[in-house]
């Protein structure tokens, strides 16, 4: 969990570091792009002047000095008359033909042909295309994009390379607390076994003597069988936390949840509640088979406890591609979307007065949570109506 909270930490970090940085150097860079534009426009519309004015009401002046383009003139019956390429040395008399051409008959009045940029005006009955050189001016925007890329880059390695270093102090205290949590949990189940034994012994002894139907008696026993259970459920579950790699096997998966679901089947049908069970046959798993039957029950003992009076329990296996899928449906009487993300922390009830009759601590889901990730899966819950709750555990299928 430490390892899994510390990744988790790490990608966090990175994401919000690369989110920012991403949309610092994208402003930067639209800043840039947008005053390389303003630049190109501001030119074109001096050049577009002083050629519409019969070049004399502007300033030749005006035009920046390094700036490159030529002109190409039709008539009004579309036949070329000139081009201009006094401006720019690098391109021939039928390169400025071909573009020019394909410039008069496009719909837009500006655009981009190669590194050049185009503007169309009317001076009478010819038209003249103004093309100016703007590679120079888009090679420098494209060196500071590729510069703003390599500083990136090297900044986010070497942001990973100190977040990977220091992850280990910043969650220190997180984890510190943890391990607080998790040895007093397991310290006090050891500690409340022996009490409740001793109890339960006493009990026996008194049972001898007054008999089976004395009432205190038997809320001792009921009430010291669900402390023992909730002791066992911490012991578990620290364990589960503290050393979560335990040993793997393949084993029938079909034939281990079948033969537990037949145990919930006859409990079902003395509580008069349909149960009905799906299993593709023939579904063997890598994992850890007793951890796996207690995941199994305590979503089988979960759905039939809090299922509706003379309610319905679906539960099905299936392979889904790469994964095993093991669905739990049951009907509740009533269930909010707002506290399913609530039901797998640990002491969660969502009905004190049912999980007060029912004998529930709010733990199962929570140990049934841990063996799901240790096996590499994931466990949710769903609800489509309120009226009923659907446990989905999806395990990779190793196998």
Do not use: W
């Not at 990608?11 to 630049?39: E, H, T």
């Not at 036949?79 to 400025?96: D, P, S």
């Not at 900044?155 to 607390?177: A, E, Q, R």
């Amino acid at each position: 969990m430490i390892n899994r909270l510390r990744r988790k930490f790490i990608l966090s970090a990175i994401s919000a570091l690369l989110l920012i940085v991403i949309l610092f150097v994208g402003i930067l860079d639209g800043l840039n792009y947008l005053q390389m534009d303003r630049k190109q426009v501001r030119t074109l519309n001096i050049l577009e002047k002083y050629y519409k004015d019969e070049m004399s009401a502007v300033d030749n002046s005006e035009i920046p000095y390094a700036s490159r383009y030529f002109v190409v003139v039709y008539d009004n019956e579309g036949q070329l008359v000139e081009i201009n390429t006094a401006r720019v040395r690098t391109i021939v008399n039928n390169k400025a033909e071909q573009y020019g051409l394909k410039a008069y008959h496009s719909k837009k009045k500006r655009d981009f042909i190669g590194h050049y940029r185009y503007t169309k005006s009317k001076r009478g009955d010819s038209t003249y295309i103004i093309f100016l050189d703007v590679e120079n001016s888009l090679e420098d925007f494209f060196d500071i994009v590729n510069l703003s890329i390599i500083f990136v880059v090297l900044g986010v390695v070497l942001f990973i390379f100190l977040i990977v270093i220091l992850s280990g102090k910043v969650i220190k205290p997180f984890v510190d607390n943890y391990e607080n949590q998790r040895n007093f949990i397991a310290d006090a189940g050891h500690d409340l076994k022996t009490p409740i034994t001793v109890i339960e012994a006493d009990a026996e002894v008194l049972k001898m003597k007054f008999g089976d139907d004395n009432e205190f008696l038997n809320d001792i026993f009921l009430q010291s069988s669900r402390l023992k259970q909730l002791t066992e459920d911490l012991i578990y579950l620290s364990k589960l936390d503290e050393n979560p790699d335990y040993e793997m096997i393949e084993f029938p998966l079909s034939d281990v949840i079948t033969e537990i679901c037949q145990s919930f089947e006859s409990v079902a049908k003395t509580q008069k509640k349909e149960m009905t069970i799906t299993i593709e046959p023939h579904l063997s798993f890598k994992g850890n088979q007793k951890n796996m039957e207690r995941l199994v029950n305590i979503l089988l003992d979960n759905a039939v406890k809090y299922s509706s009076d003379h309610g319905k329990i679906d539960v099905s296996l299936e392979r889904q591609k790469k994964f095993i899928v093991l669905t739990v449906y049951n009907t509740v009487d009533h269930i909010s979307k707002e506290e399913l993300p609530k039901l797998f922390d640990r002491f969660y009830r969502s009905d004190q007065s049912r999980n007060s009759e029912t004998g529930g601590y709010g733990i199962g889901l929570s140990v049934a949570k841990s063996v799901v990730e240790a096996h590499k899966g994931k466990i949710n819950a769903t609800t489509s109506d309120e009226k009923s709750l659907v446990m989905i555990v999806i395990l990779p299928n190793r196998i």
